[in-house]
């Protein structure tokens, strides 16, 4: 069977004392076969002969035990023959790559124009899509990295950073409007007034701006 092991290399024994059973998988996706389940003579007799001795009791589960170590012992010849069978009727469920030997499932993992598995060979408009959602990510992972969205934050607890009132635009601690929507800033407000239409000083108790005109509240 030195020419199966490629095939059988990627499966797993699901054989126990009562028969045999194998489950082959894919290669590069991992989509899986079960291969019929095969009856072992010998399995079977073990558990005819322990179903015995659970209802008589004494040597009859004795006899059971024994001939299950005797179906282990002797059991590797009717293993490999039920795994031949199991590879044979698995082969027609995958195909053989010839560049790379890996088994791999026809319907996802296949290129048939190709001839090839798709690792070797992929697909060209399934690869040029997964690359360009890879070069989206990166760009969308560049651009992001790129503005700075702590600007705004007070790290260090200075309390140095102060936002308009109005529009919560950052303001500079020299500025006494904001830029944004020209409101007067809270600092600049605490030390003296200024017209709410024209942004002029006023002077304490200017009830009309001296520029513009506007009342004053």
């Given at each position: 069977m030195s020419n199966l092991?490629?095939?059988v290399a990627?499966?797993?024994?699901?054989?126990?004392d009562k028969g045999?059973?194998?489950?082959?998988?894919?290669?590069?996706?991992?989509?899986?076969?079960?291969?019929?389940?095969?009856?072992?003579?010998?399995?079977?007799?073990?558990?005819?002969?322990r179903a015995a001795g659970s209802l008589f009791?004494?040597?009859f589960y004795d006899a059971g035990n024994a001939a299950y170590h005797v179906q282990r012992a002797i059991g590797g010849k009717a293993h490999d023959a039920a795994l031949e069978k199991a590879v044979q009727e698995g082969k027609e469920y995958f195909k053989q790559c010839t560049r790379c030997g890996h088994w791999v499932?026809?319907?996802?993992?296949?290129?048939?124009?190709a001839g090839l598995c798709e690792s070797c060979a992929p697909d060209?408009?399934?690869?040029?899509?997964?690359?360009?959602?890879?070069?989206?990510?990166?760009?969308?992972?560049t651009k992001t990295r790129q503005h700075d969205y702590t600007s705004q934050l007070d790290f260090l607890g200075t309390g140095t950073i102060v936002h308009c009132k109005s529009c919560q635009?950052?303001?500079?601690?020299?500025?006494?409007?904001?830029?944004?929507?020209?409101?007067?800033?809270?600092?600049?407000?605490?030390?003296e007034k200024f017209c709410t239409s024209?942004?002029?000083?006023?002077?304490?108790?200017?009830?009309?701006?001296?520029?513009?005109?506007?009342?004053?509240?």
């Open positions: 092991i490629q095939f990627n499966h797993d024994d699901l054989s126990t045999f059973q194998f489950k082959f998988y894919c290669d590069k996706c991992r989509n899986g076969h079960m291969s019929r389940f095969h009856p072992n003579s010998l399995g079977i007799a073990g558990e005819l002969m009791g004494g040597s499932c026809p319907t996802v993992c296949w290129n048939h124009t060209e408009h399934e690869e040029l899509a997964a690359q360009q959602r890879q070069a989206a990510r990166e760009q969308i992972q635009n950052k303001l500079e601690p020299s500025q006494k409007f904001c830029p944004q929507c020209g409101t007067p800033s809270v600092a600049a407000q605490a030390k024209c942004g002029a000083s006023l002077k304490p108790g200017q009830h009309f701006c001296a520029d513009c005109g506007t009342k004053q509240a």
